[in-house]
């Protein structure tokens, strides 16, 4: 069964304070993964997508990694403003759906 | 553009009322989709849409719900009769072309049934 873990529920850092969030999943064939920013009262709003073992993606402090197994979205010097629910979803090869993990909130003290 | 809009923001109705939410996407996507968040099951995809046609509806819960897309500017998220469990936000989205491109998600309609 296609399944996506996050890791941790929530995470709580002082602003500047670098640190990872992780996205484990189990897929039959990835077709892609996907990180996505949810701020409270929105909708996501897309980050990254990445589609093979070994990819790396950036965009200013944040920066995301895949292997064959996890992805890790690695936050560096984050700010308040990057406060949000991360959300992790992949797609296999065989169906379209996407299959979304539950987030991790993360919470930027200044 | 002024990104995908929905309406209602807000709507609370009583158990057994008929709910419709409504979606405008962005102009020129081929692809629109309807999802469900609440906090025990996340965000989970209830039906998508290919240039106005159904693809899979897979998602839909029972038959209480039903959507449809009359042109391409527009479609609807009904719910016949309504119950508490239907509580939730729902989003619209859509995509350009390939249906794994970037989705571009509104701002969702929070629905609370008495």
């Known amino acids: 069964e296609d399944q996506v873990t996050q890791s941790p529920e929530a995470l709580r850092l002082q602003e500047g304070e670098s640190s990872s969030l992780n996205c484990s999943y189990t897929?039959?064939?990835?077709?892609?993964l996907f990180w996505y920013r949810q701020d409270p009262g929105k909708g996501p709003e897309f980050l990254f997508t990445?589609?093979?073992?070994?990819e790396e993606k950036e965009k200013e402090r944040l920066k995301a990694t895949i292997t064959k197994k996890e992805s890790f979205l690695h936050i560096t010097a984050p700010k308040p403003e990057d406060s949000a629910t991360y959300l992790c979803a992949v797609q296999a090869v065989s169906n379209y759906q996407l299959i979304w993990g539950a987030g991790t909130k993360l919470i930027i003290k200044p | 553009d002024a990104g995908v809009i929905q309406s209602p923001r807000h709507e609370v109705t009583e158990m057994g009322q008929e709910v419709t939410l409504r979606c405008k996407p962005i102009s020129g996507h081929d692809y629109l989709f309807w999802y469900r968040q609440t906090m025990m099951r996340g965000l989970e995809l209830l039906i998508y849409f290919n240039n106005n046609v159904p693809i899979d509806d897979s998602g839909m819960p029972e038959d209480r719900f039903s959507a449809k897309m009359p042109n391409a500017s527009f479609s609807t998220l009904k719910i016949q009769p309504s119950e508490p469990r239907d509580s939730a936000v729902y989003f619209c989205?859509?995509?350009?072309?390939?249906?794994?491109?970037?989705?571009?998600f509104g701002p969702g309609t929070r629905l609370t049934v008495l």
């Open positions: 989205a859509s995509s350009l072309r390939d249906w794994n491109n970037e989705q571009f």
């Open positions: 897929v039959s064939g990835l077709r892609g």
């Open positions: 990445l589609y093979s073992a070994g």
